[in-house]
């Protein structure tokens, strides 16, 4: 049976890292029809928007899309497309493993945590406004009904995947009202779900937790804004940005795509690591159902790491990105 993807190149380092894994994924045994459309700055000249509404229309009709990073301006510009892409498809969930590889100089070995963050409210509504010339405001939106399915979430998934702890992460010591509402509907989620244990940390507790005991974390679950801070956090325990995968999900679509940036500075370069993406592009097969390929894949990521000739710069090789899907792709046949 033939899947069909949507495919979003994306802006910056985005056309190699996506030629990788989808070269990668065609190189199994799946079928996949991908469907590419653009989106991102490149692409406002043609189409006055970042994001024409081709894109959302195609991810609409075949539910799912990888993707590659898109570019946004800081201070000025426009909206973030990731921000309104996520929001327009009500792309509620953010799951971010963290997860040792081997053959990686990393401080742990034995890493294996899933950040689940919220993906629509919080600081990133975006409604924000200057206050006369000195000043600016920025409100944070935080509503039960997000809270609760974004914590069911996260518990639904620690069922699915055998995990034994969801813990919740806030400021709900200064926040009593936003974080305090996202804390007190987490608990009372966590009431229903009794099989898994729950625990609630303070966000800048848990950023030192992760970094001296990352090992005892197995589900977080928190806001927008903490979500894509910790997240960056957790990439690094286990190798990097270059190794940090990561999924939208909503209950309709899922879009798939690395954690990092458009990386600006090496365009074109055919430098940087493709296997954040690779590794999107696998948890899109699981998400499929296509485990059978997904295993190929990791199987043959694991060991081009372990052999660690063909490795990106960013994982003390010398491979080019081309190179590097060229040697995971071998280690397949
Ligand atoms: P970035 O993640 O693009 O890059 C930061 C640094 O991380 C790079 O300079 C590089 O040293 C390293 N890095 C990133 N990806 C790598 C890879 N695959 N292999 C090796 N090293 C890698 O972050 P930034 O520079 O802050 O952001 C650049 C642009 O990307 C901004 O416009 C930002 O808004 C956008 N962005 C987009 C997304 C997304 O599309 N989901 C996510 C984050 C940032």
Known sequence: MAYRVTLI???????????????????????????????????IEKYGTPLPDTVLQSIRKNKTA???????PVGKG?????????????LYACVRP????????????????????????????????RVGRDAAESIKIITRQACERIVQFAFDLARREGRKKVTAVHKANIMKYTDGLFLETARSVAERNQDIEFEDMIVDAMAMKLV????????????????????????????GLGVAPGANI?????????????????????????????????????HLGASEAADKIMRAVIAVLEEGSSVTYDLGGKAKTSEMADAIIQKMK
């Open 9 to 43: 190149p994306g802006d910056g380092v985005g056309p190699e890292i996506t030629d990788a894994a989808r070269r990668v994924v065609d190189a199994t045994s799946v079928s996949i029809e991908w469907e590419v459309v653009e989106a991102g700055a490149s692409q």
């Open 66 to 72: 990888l993707k590659g990073p898109l570019t946004t």
């Open 78 to 90: 426009f909206r973030s497309v990731n921000v309104s892409l996520r929001q327009q498809l009500d």
């Open 98 to 129: 963290a997860k040792s590889l081997p053959g990686l100089a990393t401080p742990f070995k034995d890493v294996d945590l899933i950040i689940v963050r919220e993906n629509t409210e919080d600081l990133y509504a975006g409604i924000e406004h």
């Open 212 to 239: 001296q005991t990352p090992q005892n974390y197995d589900v977080l679950v928190m806001p927008n804004l903490y979500g894509d801070i910790l997240s960056d956090l957790a990439a690094g325990l286990v190798g």
């Open 250 to 286: 909503g209950d309709e679509v899922a879009v798939f795509e690395p954690v990092h940036g458009s990386a600006p500075k090496y365009t074109g370069q055919n430098k940087v690591n493709p296997l954040a993406t690779i590794l999107s592009a696998v948890m899109m097969l699981r």
